[in-house]
């Protein structure tokens, strides 16, 4: 079965380090969204991806988050500079821009910053 | 602006059936999405229904629309403990995002 993976499942890390998260979505999948968790709350949209292009970027992001897809197949999100804050679990989906448009999602990364 | 709301806890007997309940204010939504949550996972998708639909059966689980109060349902009949999560409902909002929920967190008693 290849659903959405993504690593690394946790990262600790400290504050002011750089981390990276890499989510490989399904493959006929054009469409690819990053998104983040707290306790207790629904899932928070960051940005995502038609193809390799980002098209949106969540306002609330701030420039220490940045997200790629070179080749419109896997993705990366990096936080730059982490703080205490940016504990959460990150959430990738992905999914096909035609049918029911139903959003599969990778088991996330979860990120504790000390 | 765009919102979803349920309610944060449902307590039901294992063997009962549970319904949660949502609300959403995009009268424009085309589909409508139940996702289930277990600890520590990602979300899974359960079900979902098109707007032009007002009722959606598979297996125990039976979603309900009514378009006229932007209430939808989700209905998991004879609940066993392994429906113990977090059930999120999510509208396809206009702008092809989708608006989420909190959260309804299911407890399952013996």
């Known amino acids: 079965d290849t659903g959405v993976s993504q690593n690394p499942r946790h990262k600790i890390t400290k504050r002011g380090q750089n981390v990276t998260f890499r989510c490989d979505p399904i493959?006929?999948?054009?469409?690819l969204y990053w998104y983040r968790q707290t306790l207790g709350q629904g899932p928070e949209f960051l940005t995502y991806f038609q193809n390799e292009a980002q098209l949106e970027k969540s306002r609330l992001l701030s420039d220490r988050f940045s997200a790629e897809r070179p080749k419109g197949s896997f993705s990366t999100l990096e936080i730059q500079r982490t703080e205490q804050g940016d504990s959460a679990m990150y959430l990738c989906a992905s999914t096909k821009t035609s049918g029911s448009w139903e959003l599969f999602f990778g088991e996330g990364s979860r990120l504790t910053v000390l | 602006g765009e919102d979803v709301e349920q309610s944060l806890f449902l307590s039901v007997r294992e063997g009962d059936s549970s319904v949660i309940n949502c609300t959403y204010t995009?009268?424009?939504?085309?589909?409508l999405y139940w996702y289930k949550q277990e600890p520590g996972a990602g979300l899974q998708l359960l079900t979902y229904i098109f707007s032009n639909m007002d009722m959606k059966q598979d297996q125990r689980l039976t979603v309900l629309l009514n378009k006229k109060d932007k209430h939808l349902s989700l209905r998991i009949a004879d609940t066993q403990t392994g429906d113990s999560a977090i059930y999120f409902c999510?509208?396809?909002?206009?702008?092809?995002?989708?608006?989420w929920g909190a959260g309804t967190k299911l407890i399952i008693k013996p």
């Open positions: 995009d009268s424009s939504s085309t589909y």
């Open positions: 999510a509208e396809k909002g206009s702008n092809y995002q989708l608006i």
């Open positions: 493959s006929e999948h054009n469409r």
